[in-house]
């Protein structure tokens, strides 16, 4: 079996196949800032105009509705034209919905700002469309999930700016008068109030159009890849009859409607939640605004993280069986997969591969919950794995397949033949990979 390890993840590897690559992938951190500087202002939106909950919601449905509206249009052009061209639409899209900020503040109303962020995420729908298989197509195919996973981890750190660029220079910034408060205003006091307010509410998405237009500009310029879609033309009723009896298909899709429903919701309402949760502990409005985010970019950065960590897994794991050690259906089915992942630890080459002895083994996953453990690997990758290893623990603390899979792994090791022992740890003496045993576990 051919090593995907040995093959460059981006092209050639050269730098005329890693400009497109990173070009392409600063697209992800684009849509990422969009949909989270957006999503903490359906609260600023009701305070701002004085609405209900309910009403400022309607940004969240003008902003998906864009990608849904756009999702099989994106698709047909890019299949007409190329994914180059879809990149560039949907990057003109993008500034032009963020340049509609400005009238629509003029005019000093609700709704033009729903026209402008569904012109906006219309924008999005082509990027994304456009963006996920070009990547795939900037290379092997057998580093595609790799290369896919890197780009797809620059999406969350887009996600984490636009959630600070919402606290920093929106949220702090606007008038420090509450809800209540506003609601006893004049007509001429509130109309102060609110221009002052979008004032402060448009700047970030001016400036995210400039950047837009920017790169739409350095897309159009720098050489990229002529690759299309070339499965030929859409069969569009046949094609959706012909997927929806494909049983893992159809339920995949039902996971995901649901999936991207909750997640929405959470990231939207908790600004609500923790608004009240914090104001009832006596805090002011805007005060508590500020500290809901603070926490939601907090959650972020635990997704970003492990966005780049599970990329990095990916050189090892097969991504089915990776998705299925994160969140098995069963226990035995942890076992096996745990036991499997034994099979590639004493299979592939290392340099000294340290597990402590330190874990509780009485009781091999409760015993762990308070235990110590620790990976070094000397050489290489041995930091990266050392400190998320150790990040991971904190995030999982309350048992999670990680720490299984430690646990395992100290088994394993202080029963293995393979190696010696220094210190009261096990030394790898692997030199060598034993192409079948890796072969097996990665089909």
Same mark, same amino acid.
Request: glycine fraction near 8%; aromatic fraction near 12%.
């Given at each position: 079996?051919?090593?995907?390890?040995?093959?460059?993840?981006?092209?050639?590897?050269?730098?005329?196949?890693?400009?497109?690559?990173?070009?392409?992938?600063?697209?992800?951190?684009?849509?990422?800032?969009?949909?989270?500087?957006?999503?903490?202002?359906?609260?600023?939106?009701?305070?701002?105009?004085?609405?209900?909950?309910?009403?400022?919601?309607?940004?969240?449905?003008?902003?998906?509705?864009?990608?849904?509206?756009?999702?099989?249009?994106?698709?047909?052009?890019?299949?007409?034209?190329?994914?180059?061209?879809? *990149?560039?639409?949907?990057?003109?899209?993008?500034?032009?919905?963020?340049?509609?900020?400005?009238?629509?503040?003029?005019?000093?109303?609700?709704?033009?700002?729903?026209?402008?962020?569904?012109?906006?995420?219309? =924008?999005? +729908?082509?990027?994304?469309?456009?963006?996920?298989?070009?990547?795939? +197509?900037?290379?092997?195919?057998? @580093?595609?999930?790799?290369?896919?996973?890197?780009?797809?981890?620059?999406?969350?750190?887009?996600?984490?700016? =636009?959630?600070?660029?919402?606290?920093?220079?929106?949220?702090?910034?606007?008038?420090?008068?509450?809800?209540?408060?506003?609601?006893?205003?004049?007509?001429?006091?509130?109309?102060? *109030?609110?221009?002052?307010?979008?004032?402060?509410?448009?700047?970030?998405?001016? *400036?995210?159009?400039?950047?837009?237009?920017?790169?739409?500009?350095?897309?159009?310029?720098?050489?990229?890849?002529?690759?299309?879609?070339?499965?030929?033309?859409?069969?569009?009723?046949?094609?959706?009859?012909?997927?929806?009896?494909?049983?893992?298909?159809?339920?995949?899709?039902?996971?995901?409607?649901?999936?991207?429903?909750?997640?929405?919701?959470?990231? @939207?309402?908790?600004?609500?939640?923790?608004?009240?949760?914090?104001?009832?502990?006596?805090?002011?409005?805007?005060?508590?605004?500020?500290?809901?985010?603070?926490?939601?970019?907090?959650?972020?950065?635990?997704?970003?993280?492990?966005?780049?960590?599970? @990329?990095?897994?990916?050189?090892?794991?097969?991504?089915?069986?990776?998705?299925?050690?994160?969140?098995?259906?069963?226990?035995?089915?942890?076992?096996?997969?745990?036991?499997?992942?034994?099979?590639?630890?004493?299979?592939?080459? *290392?340099?000294?591969?340290?597990?402590?002895?330190?874990?509780?083994?009485?009781?091999?996953?409760?015993?762990?919950?308070?235990?110590?453990?620790?990976?070094?690997?000397?050489?290489?990758?041995?930091?990266?794995?050392?400190?998320?290893?150790?990040?991971?623990?904190?995030?999982?603390?309350?048992?999670?397949?990680?720490?299984?899979?430690?646990?395992?792994?100290?088994?394993?090791?202080?029963?293995?033949?393979?190696? @010696?022992?220094?210190?009261?740890?096990?030394?790898?003496?692997?030199?060598?990979?034993?192409?079948?045993?890796?072969?097996?576990?990665?089909?």
């Amino acid at each position: 079996m051919k090593d995907s390890r040995k093959i460059p993840v981006i092209g050639d590897g050269t730098w005329a196949a890693v400009v497109p690559f990173a070009l392409i992938t600063f697209c992800f951190a684009l849509w990422g800032f969009a949909n989270d500087v957006t999503t903490p202002l359906v609260k600023s939106f009701s305070k701002i105009f004085r609405m209900s909950v309910t009403e400022g919601t309607l940004v969240q449905v003008a902003f998906y509705g864009g990608y849904f509206a756009m999702a099989f249009p994106a698709a047909m052009f890019i299949r007409r034209y190329s994914y180059k061209a879809g *990149v560039m639409l949907g990057l003109g899209l993008y500034a032009l919905g963020a340049f509609l900020f400005f009238p629509a503040k003029m005019t000093g109303d609700y709704y033009p700002f729903l026209i402008a962020y569904f012109i906006l995420t219309c =924008g999005l +729908s082509f990027l994304e469309t456009s963006c996920n298989p070009y990547i795939l +197509s900037m290379g092997a195919e057998e @580093t595609a999930t790799r290369r896919l996973n890197l780009a797809q981890a620059f999406n969350p750190m887009g996600a984490l700016l =636009g959630m600070y660029v919402a606290m920093e220079f929106i949220q702090r910034r606007l008038h420090p008068l509450d809800t209540a408060g506003r609601a006893l205003l004049s007509g001429s006091e509130f109309e102060a *109030v609110r221009d002052a307010d979008l004032e402060t509410l448009i700047a970030p998405y001016l *400036v995210v159009g400039l950047v837009t237009l920017s790169m739409l500009v350095l897309v159009r310029l720098v050489r990229m890849p002529r690759h299309r879609d070339t499965s030929g033309k859409i069969d569009f009723l046949p094609t959706l009859k012909r997927l929806v009896a494909v049983r893992r298909y159809r339920e995949g899709v039902v996971a995901q409607f649901f999936y991207v429903g909750a997640q929405i919701m959470c990231w @939207t309402f908790i600004i609500q939640y923790g608004t009240r949760l914090f104001m009832s502990m006596g805090m002011a409005e805007q005060a508590a605004e500020v500290r809901s985010q603070q926490f939601n970019i907090a959650a972020m950065a635990v997704f970003c993280v492990s966005r780049f960590i599970c @990329t990095f897994l990916l050189r090892f794991f097969n991504s089915g069986l990776l998705l299925r050690t994160l969140e098995p259906s069963t226990a035995t089915e942890a076992e096996e997969i745990l036991e499997r992942v034994h099979i590639l630890l004493t299979a592939v080459p *290392v340099r000294g591969l340290r597990v402590s002895r330190g874990l509780d083994m009485d009781n091999p996953v409760d015993g762990a919950l308070g235990g110590r453990s620790e990976i070094d690997i000397l050489g290489g990758h041995g930091s990266i794995i050392r400190q998320s290893v150790r990040l991971l623990e904190g995030i999982l603390n309350s048992g999670g397949q990680l720490r299984r899979t430690l646990i395992l792994i100290h088994q394993v090791s202080t029963r293995s033949d393979r190696g @010696t022992r220094t210190n009261g740890c096990y030394q790898s003496n692997t030199k060598h990979i034993l192409p079948d045993i890796f072969h097996t576990f990665l089909i």
